[in-house]
Nanobody, 127 residues
Framework: QVQLVESGGGLVQAGGSLTLSCAASGRGFSTYHMGWFRQAPGKERDFVAAISWSGRNTDYEASVQGRFTISRDNAKNTVYLQMNSLKPEDTAVYSC????????????????????WGQGTQVTVSS
């Protein structure tokens, strides 16, 4: 089982940047696909980005494509979300999530089916 703790959220002006980190403890991080999700007030939680266990494959929600970058360091048991050109509509609680790979050859970056979740970190973008 994996425990996930996010950090790096905060208040930033529109057009600014933030980097979120998600530190994992427990066994097996290097075999987990990892994702970032966000939930704005009064809205459902939405997919933001995902990275496969190997790091070779990524996927992004359309509105963040080209602005956000997901990456991972398996040696540090950490996944990152670099967020550039932030907009007020990016304001939300951002959570990371982990999902076991099915097999060694399961190297897609999934948008759903996550088993483990962090508590989230608040990102607020002012206009």
């Amino acid at each position: 089982q994996v425990q996930l703790v996010e950090s790096g959220g905060g208040l930033v002006q529109a057009g600014g940047s933030l980097t979120l980190s998600c530190a994992a403890s427990g066994r097996g991080f290097s075999t987990y696909h990892m994702g970032w999700f966000r939930q704005a007030p009064g809205k459902e939680r939405d997919f933001v980005a995902a990275i496969s266990w190997s790091g070779r494959n990524t996927d992004y929600e359309a509105s963040v494509q080209g602005r956000f970058t997901i990456s991972r360091d398996n040696a540090k048991n950490t996944v990152y979300l670099q967020m550039n050109s932030l907009k007020p509509e990016d304001t939300a609680v951002y959570s990371c999530a982990g999902r076991s790979r099915a097999t060694f050859f399961d190297d897609a970056a999934p948008r759903s089916g996550y088993e483990y979740w962090g508590q989230g970190t608040q990102v607020t973008v002012s206009s």
